[in-house]
């Protein structure tokens, strides 16, 4: 079994108060009219398409990494000459700038205000490392046809956390991989308990490994029996969506002793169900509690009812006092000490929820309460909405089919009193 990364630790002191949560609020951006997360541990947000999601989490992305971002726009000869809305808009995407109103939007992190042609300029500091690692829902671009990327390789106007993450995973491959040729599974990334999972569930004992024909470095599924590799585009959905993923948690998740990606305290990802089974996005949601382990800080975005699922686990099991052996049952974990010390650390985790919809403020919907009066919190967001309508439609029809019989026999019954009168 693979050496686990020993946990932070802090050493022996007086017991100290748990520190105030992150807030950010955002006004008037976008499609986003009012927006204050209170981040936990583990954050989710949920809501329909363009309600201003990605918006948030990259402006997130961008409070926190200003001056990295400026440096490696220019790293990549990328000026440009204190235009404001030329940033925005290679920083967001082509367009973008429009969606901060003067005088109208506001921006705010932990109480100070900010504005984002603000942030559109470096500030004066010397030198400020990246702190936020974002998976970007787009992420399966970063892999066309099974070739990484490099930051120079996409246009402006792409967004900037497409264009990093990719950068990010393409160096991954060249040098901490070099001429390895299994990405995975890997002895050296990863407990035996997580990458079970994911061969049963995600890659089907195949091997993820590099092929390096051609003179290019090119990701390939080595299936037992098979003497080619299986080349990208003939893959499953859902392993061309999570094996960028995966090279993301690799570069998270150094090997050896280091438990963190130096400097990196928080990771934001986009949507981690695409493209997956329930089986799969469950494997997917062990990884992000391995990063929580990790003590990273998590925010998640997602459309799936299974992440508000393990949302709901949790906070049950905090509130029944739960311990790590109903963690392993939830997951079905081996009783191993990995897993129990997961377990014992996901549960003194915070969660959060809160859902984005069109034209309304952003509500914290973290209690889960499907007896709740609230629609936006019983019903998860909407995630559970179409379900439970389902079974309310099915349950009328077979009420109003149950009543048919009844009418009939009472009618034939009326017929025979009229005859025999």
């Known amino acids: 079994m693979t050496d686990t ?51 948030f989490l990259q402006t997130l992305k961008l ?39 003067e005088g109208r939007s506001k921006l705010s992190w932990n109480a100070k205000a900010l504005t984002l042609p603000q942030l559109a300029k470096r500030s004066k500091a010397k030198q400020q490392d990246e702190s936020l690692f974002f998976v970007p829902a787009q992420r399966v671009m970063s892999l066309r046809d099974g070739v990484t990327q490099n930051f120079g390789q996409f246009n402006y106007g792409d967004p900037y956390t497409l264009r990093y993450f990719s950068d990010a995973v393409h160096d991954l491959l060249q040098n901490e991989f070099g001429a390895k040729g299994n990405l995975f599974p890997q002895l050296n990334r990863l407990n035996d308990t997580l990458r079970k999972p994911i061969t049963d569930h995600l890659f089907g004992g195949s091997t993820l490994a590099v092929d390096a024909n051609d003179f290019t470095k090119r990701l390939v599924l080595q299936i037992p029996g098979h003497k080619e590799g299986l080349p990208f585009l003939a893959w499953s959905a859902g392993q061309r969506e999570f094996t960028p993923l995966l090279l993301g948690l690799y570069w998270l998740c150094p090997a050896g002793k280091m438990s963190k990606r130096a400097g990196i305290d928080w990771v934001v990802i986009e949507e981690p169900e695409m493209g997956l089974h329930p089986q799969g996005i469950a494997t997917v949601l062990l990884l992000v509690l391995e990063l929580l382990r990790r003590g990273y800080k998590v925010v998640l975005s997602t459309h799936s009812p299974v992440v508000l699922d393990l949302v709901w686990a949790l906070q049950e099991f905090k509130q029944l006092c739960g311990t790590e052996a109903d963690i392993r049952a939830l997951f079905e974990l081996p009783n191993n000490d990995y897993a129990k010390g997961l377990g014992k650390v996901v549960l003194k985790k915070d969660c959060r929820v809160y859902f984005f919809d069109r034209d309304q403020t952003v509500r914290d919907i973290s ?36 009543l048919k019989p009844r009418k009939k026999r009472k009618h034939a019954a009326s017929a025979t009193e009229v005859s025999s009168a």
């Open 367 to 402: 209690g889960l309460d499907p007896g709740a009066e609230n629609a936006a919190e019983s019903e998860w967001g909407g995630l559970t909405g179409f379900a439970s309508r389902t079974g309310e439609t099915i349950a009328d029809l077979v009420d109003r089919q149950a």
């Open 5 to 55: 990364p020993p946990l932070p630790t802090a050493p022996k002191a007086r017991q100290k108060r748990k520190p105030r949560p992150d807030v950010l609020r955002l006004e008037h951006l976008g499609p986003i009219q009012s927006a204050e997360l209170r981040f936990g541990d583990l954050t989710v947000i949920v809501g329909p398409q363009a309600t201003g999601k990605s918006i």
């Open 63 to 101: 409070v926190l990494d200003r001056d990295s971002i400026h440096d490696t726009f220019k790293h990549h000869s990328v000026a440009f000459n204190g235009d404001s809305d030329a940033f925005l808009g290679g920083y967001y995407g082509k367009g973008m700038a429009a969606a901060w109103k």
